[in-house]
Structure formats: structure tokens, C-alpha cells
């Protein structure tokens, strides 16, 4: 059945290939349907097992991360970025298993979102469960985020091996006690916490003198915009991270505590680290005609907050906000006012908004006390104003949603734009 | 002088960006230079006697049985204060809890504090979408996401009728509900950012409230108008 179900699901692929489609999640479709357990049974043949990484917000920067850590010992099957449901990670097996559908791979790390993370675990129990976080987001899709962290629950109840929790997050933290298996914790320093706070502490002035609970294995002890710092068990690790943004450098103490478990040292990991490339729109800095743009994927207030805390080394000189309410936003956009803009006032340059919930960003921006210079719904029509308004040399930083960050990943594809850094 | 707006549970019950209301309340007064002082109002301290407006939001189901007891202890005081004609706007969760009692689907029933003449029964499913609301107070546009169906008892009158979504129940047509100056409603979004009237009407009965005068200068709310049009244009 294996070797049927890989061949099938290969010539769906090719087929899609022959018609100038990239493979995406459809070969994983097809074979899903006529074989549901073929997933389970070709991870099982996986040496070292599966790693589970879910939560809110940071799944795909930690799996790549992770995958790229783990890449420099092992073999590692990883599923494409952002394709966090099942059957991507039915295609992702089907593209890379031989034609006998063996799979030449040590370990496989799959980014699940919550929802698939909790039916998956019911098809295959994984050797690991990383959980990053659960925050106020999709609230349409999921209800409450108390049962969002019941989803989370059952993927870390299945782990075999190990899971790996964030200490400084309540909701995941409780997860512990549904665990069969030692946990690894990772964290941030006291004197870090009001940077990266709980759902619970969105609206709380000062966390500053929130105490950890426990110890963890690995703490974030020192942060700036292009340069973090580590305690790996006992020892400290200085990292200097591709990605921007203070979220990525906590999702790399994920990565670090996850990586200790497959056996890597402190320093081999801490070097690998630095070696990873952002992913798209993740933090990610990009040369459109000579200006430096920077894509963050900002679709909840926690990440939100984080974004706008992550300016460095230089202020912008175009400030973009793009807000789309398509189903992979989410269609309600009340969490907009969940997010303190009032820091984007200070920003020397014109701050535009665009998406189609530009006039409701706009709006939000009014009531913060900053000024719009421009409301444009066009997403890409809104970059090249921005990058026209920013000097040569200068710098454009854009806020966007999901679907907003997928028309600048085409239309920067489309002229070329090339990493800068 | 200066009007006092209390927020209600603002870390229990606050979730989807309904602590904007506020944001959007305190902003007009300051536009139009008006003081105005803002509280937090939470579970074991007393309903202040000089409140001119009080905001409540939506919560978790949990957060809504975190605040029950206290709720109880607080209803003299909030049923006095509504009687008097302070102005109230209830939003989901503190909407549900206004009413007689709310009832989930596999849990005890919860004891409102009979704020305004309804009750709340958990129904099959959610109703989740974006909804446009039309009312006395203009159009209100903003999302639903709620698990309980809401009726009206005979001293509540519908805050409006639904144009799109599901409102109080889904069945009646109505959403939300008033009585004296106290508003309560399902829509999130916040819905006062894009409802400038209704808003209005709220700091209105407020400066009544504080004893100051109903003055209040017009603002330039071209933008919430039109982000209030797109809003009511995007599917549900």
C-alpha cells in the first residue's frame, strides 16, 4: 500500500509540475483520502521519530530554525513553510520518499497548527511536542484560546520522548501535567518578561516583577535587536540571529532546548544557529530598488506587539501597516485594539496603511494619536508608494497580515527583490 | 470636573479588543477637552459612587465563572447606578452576565445581576461572523462570537434588528438590548470605533451623569464611516 500511495501521490505532483504548478498541498490531498494511515506508518520508519512544533505564534520560524539546527548531524524531513496542516505534511513526505516509498531521512520536524497538531497525535504519536505559546488569535476558527491550549494538550500527551514547554507562558506551562514524558523548559529572564508577555499580561502595565515559576533548561538573558543571549543549562551562549525581532530570538531558546534533546552541544547549536535564514516574512529584509524593506508578519496582538517592539538598528523611513481580513486573517479584526500603536508616532518617517481593512487600521492609528499619511488597499500598489516616499539607502518596514504577506511575496518575487541580509 | 469612565473586569473580562471602547470613549472627551478620568474596576472592589459610565467586556467562558460572586456583590450598587441613569455599555460576556442568568451547555447556571430583562441559554453552535446591526443609534457594524442565545423579557427593548449575521439568537431578528441608558450587545469590533453616534450618545448621558453640560462639539468622523462602509461590505 505504501509504494501505491507514494507512486500515486508522486504522479499528482508530477502532474502539477508538467502544468507549471509548484506542488503544494494537493498531492497530500489525494493520498490522504485513499489512505489515511499512510502518514503514520512512514514516519514510523523514522530513526530518531517526529518533533511536533505548534502554539500561536512562531511555528514556522522555529521549524525551520530547528530543522536547520538539527540539519547539521542528522537527516531531517521538514514540511514547507507555513503549509501547517496535515496533508502538508502528507505532500512534504510523498515529494521527498523514494518511489518505494522508503524514507532516507534520521528525523522528521513538522510544524502543525493546533487543531492538526491535536489530530495528528491520534495518528501518530511523536517522539517530541515543542508547544511555543497559545495567544489571542483566530478566535473564529477556534472559539477560546482555554480550548485552544485543550488542542495543545492532546499533542503533549502523545509525546513519547520528550516534550518542550515555555515556562513563562501560563497556559503552557499547565500542559506539563498532561505529560508522560520529561519536559525541557525554555524561558526569558525576569528582567526580559514585560517584553514578552502571557495572553494575560496583554493589558497588564507592568509584569516586570514576575517571578519564574521554575527553572528552565534554557533562558534568554540578554536581548538587542541583533544580538541574543543564551543560558544553555549552565554555560552562555551569544547568538547573533538572521531573523529581526525579539519573538524569534525566544523561539530560538525553543530550539536550543530541542536540539539539546537530539544530543547536540551548547556550542555546535549556538553556532547553527546564527546560520539560519530568516523565513519569508518573518523579520525577514529584503533590497527593493536600493530601499531595505523588512516583512513582519504581524497576525495577532502578541506578535503585533513584538513587531513594533523590534525596530533596530535605525528607525524607518516608511512605516507600512497591511491589514487583510480573508478566512487565513481571520475575519474579525478587533485585535487591533488589543495592540498599543502608540510608538509608531515617534517613527521620523510617513506611517500608510493598507489591506482591506485599511480604513479600520487607519481608524485604530487615529485613536493611538498617529497620523496616516496614506490609506491604500492595493497591497503591493501600497509597497511601491512606500518605497517611492523612503530615500535610497532608506529603510521601509511592513506590518502585514497572512494574505497581505502573500501579494508582496508575489509581487517582490515577480521584480526580483533579493535578500539583503 | 471631570467624567469618570470605570471599566468593568478589565482583566477578567477583556478579550478581543473591547477595552477599545474605552480607548474610543476617552479620546473623545480629551479631543473635545473635556477631563476625564478612567478606573479599572475588578473582582473585590467597590462600584465607585462617582462612576459616570461604565464598560464592560467579553471573557472566556471561564473568566465569565471567575466573576460570578462578585458580580452578585456588586448588583445593589450596578442596579441602583442603572436606575439612576448612568449610562452602561455590556458587551458578549458582561451583556450575558446583565441579564437574570446564563445558562452553558454542561455547566451550572450562572446567576446574572438582572441589569437588563433577559436571559441567556447555550445553543448548539456558535454563531461567529461579521454583523451589521441597525439601530436607533445609527448603524453598527462589528463581529458576533458567541455560544449563547439571548431573549428578551418584556422590560428590554432590542438595541436594533439585524441586517447581516445572527444577533440575540438568530431566530428573533433583534440584537442587543437597552433599558434606560443601560446598552447591552454581541457585537465586538470594538463597536463604538466605528459607531461615532452611538458613542456619542454614551459621553452624552455621561456629562449628564457628572452634572456637566451634554455639549459635545462635533468630531470629523469621515474615517470611521468609511471603514464602518467597508466593514459592512466584507463577506460574514
Known sequence: MDVLSTWIGKGVQGSLRLAGRTGGTLPGKVVESIDAGYLARRLATLPRGVTVVSGTN????TTKM??????????????????????????????????????????????????YAARFVAEHQPHRVVVLNVLRDQMDRFGEIDHTARLLGRAVAAATGEVVLNRDDPRVAALADLATVPVRWFGVDASLRSLFRSDDELHVDDVASVEPTRPADVELTAYSPDHSTYRIQTTSHDVELKAEGAHNAQNAAAVIAAALGEGLSADDIASALGDVPPAFGRGETLDVAGRQVVLQLAKNPGGFRLALMSQAPAPPD????????????????????????TGLAATKGPVMTAGTRAADMALRLRYDGVDVAEMVTDVPAALRRAV?????????????????????????RDRGGRRSR | MSVHIVHLYASEM???????NVAVLRRRLEWRGIDVAVSRLGVGDPVPSDTHLLVGGGGQDAGQAVIT???????????????AGVPMLLICGMYQMAGHYFAPFDAPRLAGVGLLDLHTEAGPTRLIGNIAVDSD???????????????????ARPLGTTAVGQGNNGTDGTEGARRDNVIGTYLHGPVLAKAPSMADHLLSEALAAAGMSRDLEPLDDSLAEQAARVARSRPR
Open chain 1, 58 to 61: 512562531g511555528k514556522t520560524t
Open chain 1, 66 to 115: 530547528l530543522a536547520h539546527v538539527l540539519g547539521t548531524r542528522y537527516r531531517v524531513l521538514t514540511n514547507p513553510t507555513g503549509s501547517n496542516f496535515t496533508r502538508g505534511a502528507v505532500s512534504a513526505v510523498v515529494d521527498v520518499a523514494r518511489w518505494n516509498g522508503r524514507l532516507d531521512f534520521d528525523l522528521a520536524v513538522l510544524e502543525l497548527d493546533e487543531a
Open chain 1, 318 to 341: 516608511v512605516s507600512v501597516v497591511a491589514i487583510n481580513d480573508d478566512y487565513a486573517d481571520g475575519r474579525d479584526v478587533s485585535w487591533l485594539w488589543d495592540v498599543d500603536f
Open chain 1, 388 to 412: 517611492e516616499e523612503a530615500p535610497v539607502g532608506g529603510r521601509v518596514v511592513v506590518y502585514t497580515t497572512y494574505t497581505a504577506m502573500w501579494r508582496l511575496h508575489e509581487m517582490l
Open chain 2, 14 to 20: 477583556n478579550i478581543y479588543g473591547d477595552n477599545g
Open chain 2, 69 to 83: 460572586d462578585d458580580l452578585a456583590s456588586k448588583g445593589p450598587d450596578l442596579r441602583a447606578a442603572a436606575d
Open chain 2, 137 to 155: 443609534l445609527g448603524p453598527l457594524v462589528g463581529y458576533e462570537n458567541h455560544s449563547g442565545l439571548t431573549y428578551l423579557g418584556a422590560d
